[in-house]
């Protein structure tokens, strides 16, 4: 290997010790039993009851975000069709909504919140 090379690595090496690579956190089941992905600087956890949905929020550091200002639309996919469920902030950090039909335990789909301040995010559940 030439001088330049050996340079070249370290610097890279150097340049990558104490950073985490940017990986999506995605925990298989959250406090409430449904799926948690990120949306934005936010965790989303998607519960489906029959034909009622609930979206809890969190922050980076998975403490409960009250929901009192949030908006938010579930677009989910059932049986083959997108269906649009209007949600409404509720009680704590849950936002919920009312299905045309039963869903199932776990929906694949996309939840899109705006937060206080008009910011909107969006967490994508396969």
């Known amino acids: 290997m030439t001088l330049k090379t050996l340079i070249l690595i370290a610097a890279l090496a150097m340049a990558t010790v104490g950073h985490q690579p940017a990986v999506s956190?995605?925990?298989?089941?959250?406090?409430?039993?449904?799926?948690?992905?990120d949306a934005g600087d936010y965790h989303v956890e998607?519960?489906?009851?029959?034909?009622?949905v609930e979206v809890f929020v969190r922050d980076g550091s998975d403490n409960p975000v009250p929901a009192t200002g949030f908006k938010g639309t579930a677009i989910l996919?059932?049986?083959?069709?997108?269906?649009?469920i209007t949600l409404e902030a509720s009680d704590g950090n849950r936002l919920a909504g009312k299905a045309s039909t039963a869903l199932p335990a776990r929906p694949r789909g996309?939840?899109?919140?705006?937060a206080p301040g008009?910011?909107?995010?969006?967490?994508r559940f396969n």
């Open 77 to 84: 996919i059932v049986d083959g069709k997108q269906q649009r």
């Open 46 to 52: 998607l519960v489906a009851k029959q034909n009622i």
């Open 118 to 123: 008009d910011k909107t995010v969006q967490g």
């Open 110 to 114: 996309v939840v899109q919140l705006t």
């Open 25 to 37: 956190h995605e925990v298989a089941k959250g406090p409430n039993g449904g799926q948690v992905v």
